[in-house]
């Protein structure tokens, strides 16, 4: 890729211009099967700025966030990503992408750390173990960091997933369910997390959870009627 923007490349761990970032779908839906997923929502989001995307069960806020990170490809419409005034696509999303969610696992015999140090070898990160240290601190979990995976709460275990996305410092920020299992100390940790990354680049929260969607000046309410109604 080429042109006047920062570069957006594998082990660039550094904060993002905020101005340089941009979201746009259009007409974007999914079907599974003979169910819809998500039906079709239009939307032009800038950073700086953290957006809520609500919803009913079943209404498409996970499936949204997976195809804005390039994990699933929309069966309608389309969403971009532009960076430095480049457009990234999916593919190469996950240089400039954090994605935390409930599905997200880590190898239960390693430690903390050593969950994230794979991770950052995984993405060619450059400075893993300072890295590594700063995802952890910054969702509290650095006093864990040689704990077993399978030692840590459930909670614990929400703190590293929001750590994994955190990793590489992302441009944009995409949270499912972030304060699924966290106790109020946890949840403190979510509203610092998305304060920071308002000032770094762009939020998108999946939730329900009012505590949650109010940390966004901006809300996304889906109105599918949910997996159990036909299309």
């Known amino acids: 890729m080429s042109g006047g923007g920062p570069a957006v490349r594998a ?32 939307f032009t989001l800038a950073a700086p700025g953290v957006v809520a995307v609500t919803g ?7 499936t949204l966030l997976r195809i ?14 532009t960076l430095g005034g480049r457009a990234i696509v999916p593919a190469e999303r996950r240089h400039c992408v954090g994605f935390a969610s409930p599905e997200l696992q880590f190898y239960d015999e390693f430690s903390v750390a050593e969950n994230l140090t794979f ?26 960091a040689r704990d077993r995976v399978n030692e840590l709460s459930s909670g614990m275990k929400q703190r590293l997933r929001i750590a994994f996305a955190l990793l590489h410092r992302p441009a944009l920020l995409l949270l499912d369910e972030p304060g699924s299992h966290l106790d109020d100390d946890g949840r403190a940790v979510v509203a610092r997390v998305v304060e920071e990354q308002r000032r770094a680049g762009l939020v ?13 000046e901006r809300r996304i309410e889906l109105r599918g009627r949910g997996l159990g109604d036909p299309a």
């Open 11 to 42: 082990g660039a761990v550094r904060p993002v211009e905020t101005a340089a970032l941009a979201l746009e779908a259009r007409s974007l839906a999914h079907r599974y099967g003979q169910h819809r997923g998500l039906e079709p929502v239009s």
């Open 56 to 62: 009913v069960n079943g209404s498409g806020k996970s």
């Open 119 to 144: 991770a950052a070898e995984a993405r060619g990160l450059a400075g893993r173990r300072e890295a590594v240290a700063e995802s952890l601190a910054r969702v509290g979990l650095q006093s864990r």
């Open 204 to 216: 998108l929260l999946a939730t329900n959870d009012e505590r949650e969607w109010r940390l966004g």
């Open 68 to 81: 804005i990170a390039g994990l699933l490809r929309p069966s309608a419409g389309e969403v971009t990503l």
